[in-house]
């Protein structure tokens, strides 16, 4: 029985034999793992039997050194181009290449004449049509053993732009693309530093979509890198189609609402994490990376906080702290006050709100939710409708309807006014993912103060802290550093110290080499 429950349970994750030869990383089952045939027909037959009714694949005869061969790639995935100067016009005019006769020959042919920048042989079919559905370009020779990938990847890619979600008055511009090899080369642009390591893995048994793992090799917690590979390794998904999916998959807590890793479209930030001890993942066909540990914290930061002064910068931090307290606990204040708690108003302001309320058919629990969701569904439209219309029907519509509204005396002035500073401050949260759990944890708070008031209010708040101070971001706390309390971390978090007092790394990183270099024109001592 033992035996059988294992056997049942290794068919369960993919590891039996039902599944042997075709898991993550095999491509094509029954040719996985297989040699090339030697004959150029016998070669061809296999990669032809594959990619079987495939029109946009082109076979393009050619000759090396008066051997038959045949040039292999995708339309749309490589830079014709680029097949014509560095590989064809070559070929066709080998000058100075004597006669190669053996396999050998005709490989250093190969490798000494095409002047594409990269070239690799390979000896297995699943190898080589790996290849050709990356975008480069397969050459088949007669009576070699080999087949040769030339890297001729010309895909359509959008060039680097300016960051949309993470735009900020003064500092660097640039965002990631969806090109995973021009995000590396942004991340090193800023950390030009050859301890910084560059591991990419392929995720995903039919997307094979590369991740690259980037981290700082004295800096980073060897124990977090391993732990970061074994979690990507633990992934069994036929697809990875964002960066969403391995956040989803690798996070500590799948049902929390609150975000566990970071997501950040902007290099600099990056490039900050990387030199505190962190890890970052980028993913292929995704504009963002994912920053490894993240804390709660982490959320509320932006580039712009160090690229102001100090005392600005944590300022501008303090308000969003402020905006995040309003966009969860406003509504739940106002219905505690008004259905449980009357007696806690002061006269003037409850004659106000009473005047206000007059002829509202509508208890003030569902009036505050009926507005609520009907500000939802126009953040959602206004998100969905073309860039060009859609902030325009948003602010126009919204004015229109909470007018009518109004007037209509389906709501009180009241009403309007908080849902609208609600709306408004969670646009003050930085991370978009945060500022949605912050949405869902407001209805949260607002069932609790409907039923008990500011009782319940407060209980919810409690239950809302007791979740944050439970979650972990890759074993770390996500309530870091106030749950537990590290107070050598509240330079960074809540409030912006200056620059020159960052003499160490946040100790959640766990870095081997916890002491930065700062030193200043005032100073004589090095931190190593």
Known sequence: MALFGRLLRALREGKGPAKKGWG?????????????????????????????????????????????????????????????????????????AGEGRAGAGITDFIFVTLSAHRVKETRYLDAAVAGLLEGEALLLVDGATSAYLIDARGFPKRNVEDAKNEMVVRGPRESFTETLTDNVALARRYVKDQRLKVRIKQVGSRTHTHVAVLFLEDLASPDLVQEVFRRLEAISLEGVLESHYLEELM???????????????????????????????????????????????????????????????????????????????????????????????????????????????????????????????????????????????????????????????????????????????????????????FRLMRYFILIWSGLFGIFGLVIGFILVQLHLVHLHSFGVPYFTPLGPTRPGDFRDTLWRSPLWSFKRRPSFAASPRPRRLVQTWREDDEYE
């Not at 946009?56 to 181009?81: E, F, I, M, N, W």
């Not at 100067?85 to 070929?91: A, D, S």
């Not at 504009?287 to 002064?309: G, M």
């Open 251 to 437: 996070r500590d807590h799948p049902w929390t609402p609150f975000p566990l890793l970071l997501n950040t479209e902007r290099p600099d930030k990056v490039a900050g994490a990387l030199l505190e001890g962190r890890i970052v993942l980028l993913t292929d066909r995704t504009p963002n990376a994912l920053i490894v540990p993240s804390t709660f914290f982490d959320f509320f930061q932006t580039s712009e906080d160090y690229h102001y002064i100090f005392p600005v910068g944590t300022f501008f931090r303090w308000l969003r702290y402020l905006a995040s307290l309003v966009t969860v606990f406003l509504p739940g204040i106002y219905i505690a006050l008004l259905q449980v708690n009357p007696e806690l108003f002061p006269t003037s302001l409850a004659m106000s709100v009473s005047g206000s309320r007059q002829g509202v058919p509508f208890t003030g629990w569902m009036e505050l939710l009926l507005m609520d969701v009907t500000m939802e569904i126009f953040r959602e439209a206004t998100v969905r409708l073309p860039g060009t219309i859609g902030p325009s029907v948003g602010i126009v519509g919204g004015l229109v309807l909470g007018t009518a509204a109004v007037e209509a005396g389906l709501v009180s002035n009241i009403v309007v006014i908080i849902v609208a500073g609600t709306a408004i401050s969670s646009f003050s949260v930085p991370s978009y993912t945060l500022a949605s759990a």
């Open 24 to 96: 993550r990383g095999d491509s094509f089952p029954g040719e996985a793992g297989r040699p090339l045939a030697k004959s150029l027909e016998g070669k061809l037959g296999q990669i032809q039997r594959i990619l079987a009714n495939c029109d946009d694949v082109v076979y393009r005869r050619c000759q090396v050194l008066s051997r038959p061969a045949v040039l292999v790639y995708v339309d749309g995935l490589t830079d014709k181009k680029t097949l014509e100067q560095h590989v064809l016009k070559p070929l066709a005019n080998p000058a100075g």
